[in-house]
């Protein structure tokens, strides 16, 4: 209410510096163009990566190595991408990247909401002392632990294998994501959760069947960050999975990337092929992964 | 009664932070125990590892000349991308921020795309674009009258090569420093208006002093980040030309999972850690003195 009020006087003050000053007035209209015109040309540039690789896959390799570089293919070679899937069975590494990604984003779900609903609600000798540990644990850089935790999961003879890259996400779900979800639940007045105490509510109850319904955007937001952070890692499965039908998509444009590396037409059809799926879930999920951006940048 | 339930809590309580407990004991406590053992053997993976002492740290101060290669490299690595990043999604989000943007979201999302597709994948096509001889890059500098350049093979240009890749991947900031921008309070910026001010004044006088905290947050929490680069070492340049590019989560990798040399690699491992947790814990402990929200 106060702020329509604002935005009223707002107008009426610049009707009024309109009136005054007409020159100034055209000098911004000219700004607002030249910076649309900037935004655009700008975007154009961001995007132009995207429409070579797209651009490319559609080429024959003679084409990609022409100079000065084409700008569009003279023929579209749609059977590009039919010769591709024969040497980069792509549905193969989809299907192997969607089965660690989903049950991790499972996993990190399931326990940071957990520890978060016992640091939101619960209070227990430790819990500061947990708190800090937990979520400070979290913020240290994980590449300096491969290799004692592969000698670890090698010791018990599973480093070749999924479960190394799963498992983590079940023991805790990053602090980050705790940190979030927390901060969600106490913005839940605790008198809720004492009335369905009352009435005869485990802790479970409250947590499954009362909060987490009541912060289902932050938990979507958790949910597709995980899952594109598990999608588009590359490092894990470069240490744990060998043979290349266990592949990940990232791990196979990697690998493919090495071993083919003159068929370009090729590299850029299982390029493009293994961006889409992030894409599209980003267009999709557009809202949320603003919200948990912002979220993670403003804290 | 009361005790009893006080009890249970605690005992509830520690049930459902029972996965974290574990994380932490198996995926950070235990693993720091093991890095440091480890740093102290000969460890290749193949027979038992004899116990040499501080050799392994003897060897990355002398005679490792790696090492030092990829301390420069790092460093410039994550200064020189979060400067660009930072300049970049600043000013993008200045100018989205701006009255009549038609389409902004639009816009925004495009900004943001590079960010969440698989790095390896943005990798090639820039590998590509950066192709001596039939690449855009050297097409764009010839057309302007300049001379090919080996983008990804000279060291002079290999870094800035990678780190323009990096900014192009910002797009997370643009959207974080525009949501930023959005809660800058109109009534300020309009009052430098009435004053007669012009765009400098208002960015001079509101702006930049109310983004100033965010974006501080921002630059440090990306350095962060930034030292821990990988994919583009490995999917780029493979470390050089000549370690140029030799990011030190690279170099870890590169001794422990390729040449084996689990000592070595852990010692180094050791090394990174303490630097940046000394770093983030500096970073979290102080940024209570820095951030600044109205209202709070």
């Given at each position: 209410?106060?702020?329509?009020?604002?935005?009223?006087?707002?107008?009426?003050?610049?009707?009024?510096?309109?009136?005054?000053?007409?020159?100034?007035?055209?000098?911004?209209?000219?700004?607002?163009?030249?910076?649309?015109?900037?935004?655009?040309?700008?975007?154009?540039?961001?995007?132009?990566?995207?429409?070579?690789?797209?651009?490319?896959?559609?080429?024959?390799?003679?084409?990609?190595?022409?100079?000065?570089?084409?700008?569009?293919?003279?023929?579209?070679?749609?059977?590009?991408?039919?010769?591709?899937?024969?040497?980069?069975?792509?549905?193969?590494?989809?299907?192997?990247?969607?089965?660690?990604?989903?049950?991790?984003?499972?996993?990190?779900?399931?326990?940071?909401?957990?520890?978060?609903?016992?640091?939101?609600?619960?209070?227990?000798?430790?819990?500061?002392?947990?708190?800090?540990?937990?979520?400070?644990?979290?913020?240290?850089?994980?590449?300096?632990?491969?290799?004692?935790?592969?000698?670890?999961?090698?010791?018990?003879?599973?480093?070749?294998?999924?479960?190394?890259?799963?498992?983590p996400a079940f023991l805790g779900g990053g602090g980050l994501n705790i940190f979030l979800i927390r901060q969600f639940m106490m913005t839940i007045p605790r008198e809720m959760d004492e009335a369905a105490y009352i009435?005869?509510?485990?802790?479970?109850?409250?947590?499954?069947?009362?909060?987490?319904?009541?912060?289902?955007?932050?938990?979507?937001?958790?949910?597709?960050?995980?899952?594109?952070?598990?999608?588009?890692?590359?490092?894990?499965?470069?240490?744990?999975?060998?043979?290349?039908?266990?592949?990940?998509?990232?791990?196979?444009?990697?690998?493919?990337?090495?071993?083919?590396?003159t068929d370009w037409r090729a590299i850029?059809?299982?390029?493009?092929?293994?961006?889409?799926?992030?894409?599209?879930?980003?267009?999709?999920?557009?809202?949320?992964?603003?919200?948990?951006?912002?979220l993670t940048g403003l804290k | 009664m009361k005790l009893r339930t006080r009890g249970r809590t605690t005992l509830t309580a520690y049930l459902l932070l029972t996965p974290a407990i574990i994380g932490f004991l198996f995926l950070t406590f235990l693993p720091i125990l093991g890095v440091i053992g480890i740093s102290l053997t000969n460890w290749t993976g193949l027979q038992p590892p004899d116990y040499i002492g501080l050799e392994n740290y003897r060897a990355i101060f002398t005679t490792d000349f790696y090492f030092k290669n990829s301390v420069v490299a790092t460093l410039s690595f994550a200064v020189g991308t979060t400067l660009t990043s930072i300049i970049y999604s600043f000013t993008v989000a200045l100018m989205l921020n701006q009255k009549k943007i038609p389409g902004r979201g639009l816009w925004r999302s495009l900004f943001f795309l590079p960010y969440v597709v698989p790095i390896i994948g943005s990798s090639i096509v820039w590998s590509w674009m950066y192709e001596s001889n039939f690449g855009v890059f050297n097409y764009l500098l010839s057309m302007l009258g300049g001379n090919k350049i080996q983008w990804l093979q000279d060291e002079r240009f290999a870094m800035p090569s990678i780190i323009l890749m990096m900014t192009?991947?910002?797009?997370?900031?643009?959207?974080?420093?525009?949501?930023?921008?959005?809660?800058?309070?109109?009534?300020?910026?309009?009052?430098?208006?009435?004053?007669?001010?012009?765009?400098?004044?208002?960015?001079?006088?509101?702006?930049?002093?109310?983004?100033?905290?965010?974006?501080?947050?921002?630059?440090?929490?990306?350095i962060i980040i930034n030292l821990q680069g990988f994919v583009p070492a490995y999917a780029l340049t493979k470390g050089g030309p000549s370690d140029s590019t030799l990011l030190m989560v690279y170099l870890i990798y590169r001794e422990g999972f390729m040449r084996n040399n689990f000592g070595h690699a852990s010692a180094l491992s050791l090394l990174f850690f303490l630097f940046v947790a000394v770093l983030t814990v500096l970073v979290f402990t102080t940024s209570k003195r820095w951030t600044f929200y109205e209202g709070e």
């Open positions: 209410m106060k702020m329509m009020k604002d935005e009223k006087e707002l107008t009426m003050g610049a009707e009024l510096f309109r009136v005054k000053e007409p020159k100034a007035q055209s000098r911004k209209a000219m700004f607002s163009k030249v910076n649309a015109s900037l935004v655009i040309v700008l975007a154009v540039m961001v995007v132009f990566p995207f429409f070579w690789m797209v651009r490319s896959s559609f080429m024959s390799n003679l084409e990609i190595h022409q100079y000065p570089p084409l700008f569009l293919p003279k023929n579209w070679r749609f059977d590009n991408y039919s010769y591709t899937l024969t040497v980069f069975p792509f549905g193969r590494y989809f299907l192997n990247t969607l089965t660690i990604a989903i049950p991790s984003m499972f996993g990190v779900l399931l326990t940071s909401s957990l520890a978060a609903y016992t640091f939101a609600r619960l209070e227990f000798p430790g819990k500061k002392f947990w708190f800090t540990l937990v979520i400070g644990s979290m913020l240290m850089p994980g590449a300096v632990f491969i290799i004692p935790i592969f000698m670890a999961w090698s010791s018990v003879g599973l480093s070749n294998s999924y479960i190394p890259l799963i498992v009435d005869g509510a485990t802790h479970l109850d409250i947590l499954f069947r009362l909060l987490l319904p009541m912060i289902k955007p932050v938990l979507i937001t958790v949910g597709l960050l995980t899952f594109i952070l598990y999608w588009n890692d590359l490092m894990g499965p470069l240490i744990y999975i060998s043979r290349n039908e266990r592949n990940t998509i990232s791990q196979a444009l990697a690998n493919f990337r090495s071993g083919f590396g850029m059809v299982a390029s493009t092929m293994s961006i889409l799926p992030s894409v599209f879930i980003y267009f999709i999920g557009q809202k949320y992964f603003v919200e948990g951006i912002v | 192009w991947m910002s797009g997370n900031l643009i959207v974080i420093f525009l949501a930023g921008l959005q809660s800058v309070p109109r009534t300020y910026l309009e009052a430098v208006e009435v004053d007669g001010g012009n765009f400098w004044h208002k960015f001079r006088h509101i702006t930049f002093p109310m983004m100033s905290p965010v974006i501080f947050y921002n630059f440090l929490t990306s």
